[in-house]
């Protein structure tokens, strides 16, 4: 049991350090890999599984944000990216796990939707509590994250031994 918490915390800084690096970009567009991450595990496992996964996927994204001086003080945007990926976790796990049918289509499908809706309301908790950051991509990593979701839920299928979630 406590061997699986090691293992999936490792994916989750494996994600982590795979959305820092450059290796997967083309073009000036990147994947977002945690996004990708906690999709599969609560598409395969359910809402608890995306909470707690978005939850620290979540601070640990928050956490490369670092501060930013505005006057006299530093603001530190911890939690967005949490809330965010907690929401999106319980809703996929909750409401589309039942419907899953693991196919390449499917797959694609649910992360480019799942991506888009992440990264708009991040973006909005961003604006909305700091200021809008024009260079966040929406839409490129939306679909870049489609395109790569099925080699990538395939590889976390392989390293995680789950199979096919049962509704």
């Keep these: 049991m406590i061997l699986e918490y090691i293992v999936i915390g490792a994916g989750i800084l494996i994600s982590h350090f795979l959305n820092g690096t450059n290796l997967f970009e083309i073009s000036g ?3 977002d890999f945690m996004v990708i991450f906690v999709l599969f595990f609560a598409l395969r496992k359910g809402t608890m599984a995306g909470i707690w996964i978005g939850f620290f996927g979540g601070l640990l994204s928050d956490s490369g944000l670092g501060g930013e001086i505005v006057g006299n003080v530093v603001t530190y945007k911890i939690g967005l990216h949490s809330l965010t990926f ?3 976790g319980y809703i996929v796990g909750k409401f589309a ?3 899953y049918h693991e196919n390449q289509i499917s797959i694609m499908l649910y992360s480019l939707v799942v991506t888009l809706i ?4 991040s973006y909005f908790l961003f604006s909305l509590f700091f200021h809008e950051n024009l260079n966040y991509s929406i839409v490129s990593t939306s679909i870049f994250n489609g395109a790569i979701a099925p080699i990538f ?3 976390l299928g ?3 031994r789950l199979e096919q979630a049962e509704g």
């Design 29 to 31: 567009f990147k994947p």
């Design 118 to 121: 992440s990264r708009i309301a």
């Design 86 to 88: 907690c929401i999106m």
């Design 97 to 99: 796990r039942p419907a």
């Design 153 to 155: 839920f395939w590889v």
């Design 158 to 160: 392989k390293l995680y």
